[in-house]
């Protein structure tokens, strides 16, 4: 399901005489000579909070996609997670706020955070909103799924910091490289399996996933969408009834190798598997984690563009 944030941008309008006119413009805030204004980004979030943002709010954004999202948009980050270890390293200003899973309300009021972003998808963070609500620390939650989420969200940053050659850049020039990938779908639907592997198991994903979205825009019958089975019991003979076109694997963890690993050992290891149609003509796929787990952001015009070639052919 694509996810949509309503956004409004309201400009707030100090006048000479200290009288304060809220309103909804799309047009320049410039009033007058000698009035000053300031922008109001006003959202519902993904759990249906109303989030109010005036700018200049001291910013923690708690997951690496979220905070490089935060960075493409112009946002400044004053800290974020552990995992963006490349981001805390070209930015040694920004404080490290501790693990993705399990951030702290006290090193976010200790570090004197005003707003934090975090991921709805995690509970760890979702379990942090009423402490900060009532810390009076603004707390937006997103759900980056798709790139439509991903859109969104940036619509919202860039109204935040008022950076739209950003959005051009970041979204909507993305956008159009997507649109390319889509439009070469030659209309043969190839059958495909998704596969997410981790250290200690694999589990087939549909299209309601990152991955399994972009398979079905580029015209994939993904098997795992009409055999709902296959999500909870990873079935080798079912795999065989539907033999797949295609077989993608991406990996999660901190070792590729070890999820690697457990395909083998569940189902690369049955004799099975090399009777499968995918096996048989080299059409098996291990997606790069950065582009099909992480969320790509900027770069998911490639992550089309790689499955594209791969289905239908390089142009």
């Known amino acids: 399901m694509i996810k949509r944030y309503w956004v409004r ?16 413009c799309k047009s320049s805030p410039n009033v007058q000579q000698n009035s000053e204004a300031e922008t109001e980004v006003v959202f519902s979030d993904a759990l249906g909070h109303e989030i109010r943002l005036k700018g200049g709010e001291r910013t923690a954004v708690l ?10 948009a112009g946002g400044e980050l004053a800290g974020t997670s552990e995992d963006a270890e490349e981001i805390l390293d070209a930015h ?29 998808a995690i509970p760890g963070h979702v379990k942090l909103y009423d402490t ?60 495909v399996l998704l596969l997410r592997a981790y250290s200690t198991g694999v589990r087939a994903k549909n299209s309601d996933t990152m991955t399994g979205k972009m398979l079905l825009d580029l015209g994939c019958e993904n098997i795992a969408d009409s055999d709902s089975g296959l999500l909870e019991d990873l079935s080798m003979e ?17 070792s590729q190798e070890a999820a690697l690993s457990m395909v083998d050992e569940l189902l690369a290891s049955n004799p099975a598997w090399q009777e499968l149609t995918a096996v048989k003509e080299d059409r098996f ?31």
């Open 132 to 191: 900060l609500d009532k810390a009076g620390i603004v707390a937006a939650y997103f759900d980056i799924e798709t790139f439509e989420d991903y859109k969104g969200m940036m619509e919202i940053f860039t109204d935040f910091t008022g950076n739209k050659k950003l959005y051009e850049e970041n979204v909507a020039l993305v956008q159009e490289v997507i649109e390319e990938q889509i439009a070469r779908a030659d209309g043969s639907s190839p059958k």
């Open 9 to 24: 941008v309201v400009f707030l309008f100090l006048m000479l005489g200290g009288v304060l006119t809220l309103g909804a």
């Open 63 to 72: 997951s690496e996609s979220l905070a490089q999202a935060w960075l493409l």
């Open 238 to 254: 079912a795999i065989l009834v539907a033999d797949p076109d295609f077989i993608f694997v991406t990996t999660m963890g901190s």
């Open 285 to 315: 796929y291990v997606l790069e984690k950065e582009l099909f787990h992480n969320k790509p952001n900027n770069r998911w015009g490639e992550s089309y563009e790689i499955l594209a070639d791969i289905l239908y052919g390089k142009k």
């Open 92 to 120: 040694p200003e920004t404080v490290n706020l501790g693990a993705l899973k399990t951030p702290s309300a006290e090193a976010l009021m200790a570090e004197n955070m005003e707003l934090v972003i975090l991921s709805s």
